[in-house]
């Protein structure tokens, strides 16, 4: 069975044909090499390093239907992972995002339908939690709950804290399933959630099997240490790697389900190897950890001096907290993470202090939001 993996020179992707390859698959990735990710040296690329000689590359662009045309000729399935990621820079680069995501998965699906010569038997398309915004909560007096996005006003007399819709009064936070209402707080969300919604929209009606991954906060070895965007884990690192002391947004309470990289994969290969289709799954780690507990555990393993300071600043288009609700995706794939935070963060830094110090160039991606009104 031959693979492409549209990304699949990136984090996810490498790690992913790397597995597909050893359990006996045929793979061939579409990647553009971006430089925000690779580096203006694709060749000195850890992720590419990983891949190259080792699967059928093309190089090209999602956006292009000719790129897609080639790398599609003679595959069995698809695993779309190419996308423009980061919520903070998609809120002004709209163009960049929307055409990447949706634009390229439109071409992919075009080609698919009206190519009669293509043999692809199955779509697994990435997609992110970012689809739900705030997620889901529980309110005393309304029940269940899918809060607003915070507002400015509130959150510059540091209020971060999410509010009922209904009531305004205080929620606790619930995991989020599958079937929770989606309405994404970010640019990069809206075309993850639209992303979705063409692919399986599509698909049924070319008879396609798909399936979609909501993917919550990947982390791991090969993650880009040079993309000051997006993968907090990689931003910290780099900051400390450079004695730059950690700028920690809002109370240092917000919190991420934090997924290993070899969860991502693993979920992926069980998707392709399922009869399952038009599903939609959460894929996270069934764990919370709030940023300030991953700053500080950094700062000890690193063993540095550099300050952890809560400032107060905020990013609009920011969420609050989330977990993933895993019980749809075990009960129809058998998927369980088997990396707890614990042992993925351990293996994480010890492949950061194996790797050169990259720039910081947080301060810059910082200077960008401030400018478009977004950093506060």
């Known amino acids: 069975m031959k ?3 549209s990304g699949g020179a990136g984090f996810i992707g490498s790690n992913l044909a790397l597995k597909l390859l050893e359990k006996g698959y045929s793979v061939r990735v579409l990647d553009n ?29 999602v956006r292009n239907s000719a790129d897609w045309r080639n790398a599609l000729n003679g595959v069995d399935a698809v695993i779309h992972l190419a996308a423009e990621t980061g919520t903070g820079q998609s809120m002004y680069e709209i163009e960049q995002y929307t055409n990447t995501n949706i634009n390229g998965t439109a071409i992919l699906l075009d080609e ?5 010569k293509l043999s692809v038997r199955k779509l697994i398309v990435a997609s992110s939690r970012s689809v ?19 507002t400015e006003k509130d959150m510059s007399t540091g209020n971060f804290s999410v509010k009922c819709p209904v009531c305004h009064g205080d929620v606790t936070l619930l995991k989020t399933d599958e079937s929770s209402q989606t309405h994404p707080e970010s640019v990069y969300g809206f075309t993850k959630l639209a992303q979705e919604a063409l692919s399986l929209l599509v698909s049924k009606s070319i ?15 090969g993650q880009s240490l040079k993309n000051p965007y997006t993968g907090i884990l990689s931003i910290f690192s780099t900051q400390i790697k450079n004695n730059s002391d950690i700028n920690i947004f809002e109370d240092g309470k917000e919190s991420r ?18 009869n399952e289709s038009g599903r939609v799954y959460n894929v996270g780690s069934d764990e919370e950890v709030d940023v300030l507990t991953i700053a500080n555990v950094l700062k000890e393993k690193y063993r540095s001096n550099v300050k952890v300071k809560i400032s107060g600043n905020f990013r609009l288009g920011d969420i609050r907290s989330n977990i993933a609700d895993l019980t749809t995706i075990n009960r129809d794939l058998g998927y369980k993470p088997k990396v707890n935070f ?35």
């Open 342 to 376: 614990k042992t993925g963060i351990s293996n994480f830094v010890d492949w950061v202090n194996r790797q050169e110090i990259e720039a910081n160039n947080y301060d810059r991606s910082i200077a960008e939001m401030r400018k478009k009104g977004l950093y506060k």
């Open 112 to 116: 698919l339908t009206n190519n009669e």
């Open 257 to 274: 389900d934090f997924v290993y990289i070899d969860d991502i994969t693993d979920a992926l290969v069980l998707g392709i190897e399922s």
């Open 207 to 221: 008879g396609l099997p798909t399936l979609v991954f909501r993917f919550q906060n990947v982390y791991g070895p």
């Open 3 to 5: 693979i492409l993996i």
């Open 132 to 150: 739900y915004g705030e997620g889901k909560y529980r309110c005393t007096n309304d029940g269940v709950v899918y809060p607003l996005s915070r």
């Open 33 to 61: 090499l971006n430089p925000q990710i690779h580096g203006d040296d694709p060749n000195n690329s850890y992720t590419f390093s990983l891949i190259k000689d080792k699967v059928e590359f093309i190089k090209g662009d």
